[in-house]
C-alpha cells in the first residue's frame, strides 16, 4: 500500500545518506597523515559530527573538518573506523558492536573505581554493620593522661582504617579527604565543628569484629591512666557524606 511504499523509500534515504555520511568520513580520515605514521592499530567512531572514541589517533585539522562536514550534520550515524598499519577501513556491524561492547565494559569498571574513591574520600553516605565507639575521660580525671586528647582519637581512627573500615565518624562528623581533628583546650573540633567530648563517639562503617579487634590494644592502653574505650558492634550504621570542611582553624 501507499503507507508503505513511502516507508520504503524513506529507508532507501536514510541509508543511501548513512553510506554517503560514512564514505566522507572515511574519505576525511584516510587524509590524515597521523594515521599512516608507523604501525597504528585502533578503532575510531564518529557520531555525526563528533569523535567519540580514537580522538588521540587523529590530527586537530581532521577532527575539525568533521565537525564541518554538512553531510555529517544531516545524517548523524554512528560510523565504525578501524586503523590497522596505515589501512583505514570501515567496521562492519558486528565488529561495531564488539567494540561498543568492549567500551561499555571499561566504562562501568571505570564507574565502579570512581565510585569506591568517592566512598573512600567520604563523599557519600554508606550504610551497614560496624561499631560505635565511646573515648572518655578517667572519672574525675585531669591529669594529661587522664583526658582524650586528638592524638588518642587519630589513633583509634587510623585503626579502623587499618583493620578496613568503610567510613569513620567522629562525633557526627564524617573523615575524608581533608579532614581533621584538633583539639584546642578542653575542646574536640572536627573538620572545624566542635562535638561533643567526654565521651568522643566514634561510628565505624565495616567487619565488626575485626574493628573491635583493631582497637583492643588501645582500650589496654587506655585503661591504664584510667581512660575509658567502650566498644559496641552494630548491625546497621549509616554515616553520612562529608560536609564541607573548615580549615579556618585547622592551623591552631
Not at 70 to 76: C, N
Amino acid at each position: 500500500d501507499l503507507i508503505a511504499q513511502v516507508e520504503y523509500v524513506e529507508e532507501a534515504i536514510r541509508s543511501s545518506r548513512a553510506k554517503r555520511a560514512s564514505a566522507k568520513v572515511l574519505d576525511i580520515l584516510r587524509d590524515d597523515p597521523k594515521i599512516h605514521q608507523g604501525d597504528k592499530v585502533g578503532t575510531i567512531l564518529v557520531l555525526g559530527h563528533e569523535v567519540i572514541a580514537g580522538q588521540e589517533l587523529l590530527e586537530p585539522i581532521t577532527i575539525r573538518r568533521l565537525k564541518e562536514e554538512p553531510i555529517l550534520e544531516v545524517e548523524a550515524e554512528l560510523v565504525g573506523i578501524g586503523i590497522r598499519a596505515g589501512q583505514v577501513d570501515l567496521l562492519s556491524i558486528d565488529q561495531e558492536m564488539q567494540y561498543l561492547a568492549v567500551m561499555e565494559s571499561k566504562l562501568e569498571e571505570t564507574k565502579r573505581s570512581l565510585e569506591g574513591i568517592r566512598r573512600a574520600a567520604g563523599q557519600t553516605t554508606i550504610a551497614g554493620p560496624g561499631v560505635v565507639i565511646q573515648a572518655s575521660d578517667a572519672p574525675g580525671g585531669y591529669l594529661w593522661e587522664q583526658i582524650v586528647h586528638e592524638q588518642d582519637i587519630r589513633e583509634i581512627v587510623n585503626s579502623l582504617y587499618f583493620a578496613g573500615a568503610q567510613g569513620v565518624e567522629v562525633g557526627s562528623q564524617r573523615l575524608g579527604v581533608g579532614g581533621w581533628v584538633k583539639c584546642v583546650g578542653p575542646v574536640v573540633v572536627v573538620n572545624g565543628e566542635t562535638v561533643a567530648a567526654n565521651p568522643v563517639v566514634i561510628k565505624a562503617v565495616g567487619l565488626p569484629k575485626k574493628l573491635e579487634e583493631s582497637v583492643r590494644e588501645l582500650q589496654g592502653i587506655f585503661a591504664l591512666t584510667g581512660k575509658r574505650l567502650d566498644v559496641e558492634s552494630s548491625d546497621y550504621l549509616e554515616l553520612e557524606s562529608v560536609p564541607r570542611v573548615r580549615t579556618d582553624i585547622a592551623n591552631y
